[in-house]
């Protein structure tokens, strides 16, 4: 079946303009992941949703970034009035729910984000 | 939050050898311990993973051993391949434990295999 499509796969925008990067997981997937890798540094974590719960914001690195998620299907990471510091791959991963042996989480392609 | 540290951050080895990655994490809740492999340019995947219940898996030439009362779990490659070069990231969570669940990757190990 088709995987985790994120898009769009590049993106170049100019320092304090907004973006949006979306994300579709896997069909039937609770949960879904954001996470950010700067050029060969490792994963940061973002946001996590899992089914109808509050979302777990704790990773997001401040207001500039938001995220939604419409039900258990697409979601959309916005970065508001963007820095040059938030120039990265961002990864989306989704995962069929919590606990039992359900827990792999299946990346996207990634966005490639640069901010001149 | 978990505090997650993986050794060595570099490895380099000799086609056919060994190689071991070592996962320490401060979360003693962690139960369930995954290694996931990135190859240059490409996204992270999953290649094995381990539940607290267990002391060790294995699959093929990869195996993870779990040491709960230490804290940490190793990833071992045995007769190493060219494929097996690219970035290896350990994230041990907290899984079902009622609040959100810890999503701390380590800061990866690249790894090398020299021909």
């Known amino acids: 079946g088709a995987g985790v499509s994120q898009s769009p796969s590049n993106k170049v925008t100019e320092k304090g303009k907004d973006v949006e990067l979306r994300c579709d997981p896997i069909?039937?997937?609770?949960?879904l992941y954001w996470y950010r890798q700067r050029l060969g540094q490792g994963l940061e974590f973002l946001i996590y949703?899992?089914?109808?719960?509050?979302?777990?914001k704790s990773g997001l690195p401040s207001d500039r970034f938001s995220a939604e998620r419409t039900g258990e299907s697409v979601s959309t990471l916005t970065i508001q009035r963007t820095q040059q510091e938030d120039s990265a791959v961002y990864l989306c991963?989704?995962?069929?729910?919590?606990?039992?042996?359900?827990?792999?989480?299946?990346f996207g392609p990634g966005t490639r984000l640069t901010v001149l | 939050g978990e505090n997650v540290e993986q050794h060595p951050s570099t490895l380099s080895v000799q086609e056919g050898d060994s190689a071991v990655i070592k996962c320490t994490y401060s979360?003693?809740?962690?139960?369930?311990f995954p290694w996931y492999k990135q190859e240059l340019g490409k996204r992270p995947q999953l290649i094995i993973d381990?539940?607290?219940?267990?002391g060790e898996k294995k699959d093929q030439r990869i195996a993870v051993t779990l040491n709960k009362t230490a804290k940490h779990f190793s990833l071992h490659i045995t007769e190493t391949q060219p494929e097996d070069s690219a970035v290896y990231f350990c994230?041990?969570?907290?899984?079902?434990?009622?609040?959100?669940?810890?999503?701390?990757f380590g800061k990866g190990t690249h790894l090398i295999i020299q021909p």
């Open positions: 991963a989704s995962s069929p729910g919590r606990g039992g042996p359900y827990n792999e989480q299946f």
């Open positions: 069909s039937g997937h609770t949960a």
């Open positions: 949703f899992q089914g109808n719960s509050a979302p777990d």
């Open positions: 979360d003693s809740a962690s139960n369930y």
């Open positions: 381990i539940r607290s219940n267990v």
């Open positions: 994230a041990p969570r907290v899984i079902g434990g009622g609040g959100a669940d810890g999503l701390t």
